[in-house]
């Protein structure tokens, strides 16, 4: 008998990931919200790059209450809705479960460890994946997508690979998504920060995709400066992130396909933003070991400003 997951939030990512192990076969339980209607009656539909599928049947809850514990519980929902997961996590938990955040952003994982307590295993999963969810029920994964793993020790003292990453690897190995194990999780925060602070941030402040911000000198430019803002705040922590990973991202960025990222969808949706995961959290940790980044605190305070102004004009 296989791992039962539970998907909390199946929007671009939770959908997309929740859907593929399904298809592999799986046990998955997902919860939504805003769909669940048409879900339960028509299921997801995925299209991608990967090759296009539709899933009839899924199990579906608009309640956390009316779901089975699981072995493994992915949590996709934005860090803005974290303060529901005092709500949504204890139903799920039994012993042995493993909860796994697929979150953007530093700090989110000390959160969920002081929710489900010492005894639950806490794994981090970083997505690099271009996922947009564009309809009820419907997901289309547009480029990438493999997920790296680590898990979470207190205080963040890198834990190394345990035997239940390579468990949970196993199964999406099974569902064919590329997946990665990483021996410090810490550092993987920090590396995939490089990417998102300079791309979710410009994207909203400059009203540009990825492909408009790296065809433009300055949005070149700015991109590469923000990058060695985020190594630098690694560094203070003792984490050593390479000069050449900076011009992979800026290259990797430049091949990929015109990207609207997740927060400029939020944006465009007056939906709130990741602001403090993504930016404040970072921010602040490196200003408490004494590196000035200049760059990442003006991005921080654009979005606050266009953040509340946002919200304000949606309500």
């Not at 046990?27 to 299209?47: N, T």
């Not at 990665?180 to 300079?198: D, G, H, M, T």
């Not at 940790?285 to 102004?309: H, S």
Request: glycine share 10%; aromatic share 8%.
């Amino acid at each position: 008998m296989g791992r039962r997951y539970a998907i909390i939030g199946t929007g671009a990512i939770g959908g997309f990931y929740g859907a593929c192990l399904q298809k592999a076969g799986l046990d998955v339980h997902f919860l939504l919200r805003r769909d669940y209607d048409y879900v339960k009656e028509h299921g997801l539909a995925i299209s991608s790059t990967w090759g296009d599928f539709t899933l009839p049947q899924v199990n579906a809850y608009n309640q956390v209450k009316d779901m089975p514990p699981c072995d493994v519980v992915l949590i996709a929902l934005k860090t803005t809705q974290n303060h529901l997961l005092p709500h949504l996590l204890p139903p799920l938990l039994k012993p042995g479960t493993v909860v796994i955040t697929l979150q953007n952003g530093l700090g989110v994982e000390p959160e969920i460890a002081a929710i489900v307590g010492e005894d639950i295993e806490v794994l981090g999963g970083l997505c690099f994946v271009c996922s947009n969810k564009i309809g009820l029920g419907q997901i289309h994964h547009l480029d990438y997508g493999q997920i790296q793993l680590g898990a979470y020790g207190n205080n963040h003292q890198p834990q190394g690979i345990t035997s239940t990453m390579r468990q949970i690897a196993a199964d999406f190995e099974q569902a064919n998504i590329p997946i990665q194990l990483a021996e410090n999780l810490l550092l993987s925060r920090w590396k995939k920060l490089v990417w998102n602070i300079p791309y979710n941030g410009l994207s909203v402040v400059l009203d540009a995709t990825t492909d408009a911000i790296m065809k433009d000198s300055h949005g070149y430019q700015l991109s590469e400066q923000l990058m060695r803002e985020v190594v630098a705040g690694a560094a203070g922590y003792g984490l050593a992130i390479k000069e050449s990973f900076i011009q992979k991202m800026l290259d990797y960025t430049m091949k990929m396909k015109p990207y609207r990222t997740s927060m400029k969808i939020d944006y465009d949706c007056h939906r709130p933003l990741e602001v403090e995961a993504m930016f404040g959290n970072p921010m602040r940790a490196a200003q408490a070991v004494g590196v000035a980044v200049p760059k990442i605190t003006m991005l921080y305070q654009q979005l606050k400003f266009l953040d509340a102004r946002n919200i304000a004009i949606g309500d």
